[in-house]
């Protein structure tokens, strides 16, 4: 498979180095009230785009899940095995390598990215991979934020870099299902997520725009305090739940 990544190691290094520390912190989990509801606790749970083990530490500590990873990054065998093991975890494998160039013959009862496809042109070759990893009635949890409608506008004028660093073509639910469906998997869960939320990885250096960012931040946080209404224009994140049936 022909590497389509719109990202580098070295924006990655940079992005979890200036950004999150390494502790246990629900907070960074994301999804918790999702997992609970369609995952079966126990069993085994893959991670494509593991690093830093967020997600992992939880299926384990959490659901009882054996877990398994992989990632790019080689703090993936440095730094996260300490990490999962000062939380009184210990991962079957944690895999550091590219995965466009991974094989294996192993598959699992859950698979989970979070945060992956859409740094990837050819981001449908990489749903049919991780489809390919799940066991018959497995299950495959996949997410990504949501950077379209008034959220394109946002970081337009806001945050052009992290434009520049996701594949806004892969942000569309339509287009997931279309290939899910395809390829054996049947919908259980599949929509936008939360109503409103915003922000940046750097803040700007022009003022007017700190102040702007500040402001739709609040803003943001104002509306999804009040309301749930998940959609296609301010909602964060999109999240879609299936299962294997072939």
Not at 20 to 34: A, N, R, S
Not at 99 to 114: A, G, H, M, P
Not at 200 to 205: C, H, I, L, M, T
Not at 208 to 229: L, N, T, Y
Request: aromatic share 16%.
């Amino acid at each position: 498979m022909k590497t389509s990544a719109v990202t580098s190691v070295e924006d990655w290094e940079s992005y979890w180095e200036d950004n999150f520390p390494l502790k246990y912190d629900l907070g960074y989990v994301g999804y918790t009230e999702l997992y609970k509801k369609f995952l079966k606790p126990g069993g085994s749970c893959f991670e494509v785009g593991c690093y830093p083990g967020h997600t992992l530490l939880y299926m384990a500590k959490e659901l009882g899940f054996k877990v398994s990873g992989i990632d790019y990054l080689p703090r993936v065998k440095t730094r996260t095995p300490t990490y999962l093991a000062e939380n009184s975890v210990i991962a079957e494998e944690l895999i550091c390598e590219d995965f466009l160039s991974f094989k294996t013959i192993k598959s699992y009862d859950v698979v989970i990215s979070n945060g992956f496809i859409e740094h990837f042109i050819n981001f449908e070759e990489i749903i049919i991979k991780q489809i390919q990893l799940v066991k018959p009635g497995g299950i495959m949890f996949m997410s990504c934020p949501n950077f379209t409608g008034l959220q394109y506008i946002f970081r337009y004028f806001l945050d052009k870099k992290s434009l520049q660093q996701h594949v806004i073509s892969a942000m569309n639910l339509r287009k997931w299902r279309r290939i899910l469906e395809a390829n054996g998997m049947e919908i259980m869960y599949h929509q936008y997520y939360r109503t409103a939320a915003f922000w940046v990885d750097e803040q700007p250096k022009t003022r007017w725009k700190r102040i702007a960012v500040r402001k739709i931040e609040g803003m943001c946080e104002r509306i999804d305090g009040r309301f749930s209404f998940p959609n296609r224009f301010l909602s964060p994140f999109m999240v879609s739940i299936s299962r294997r049936t072939s």
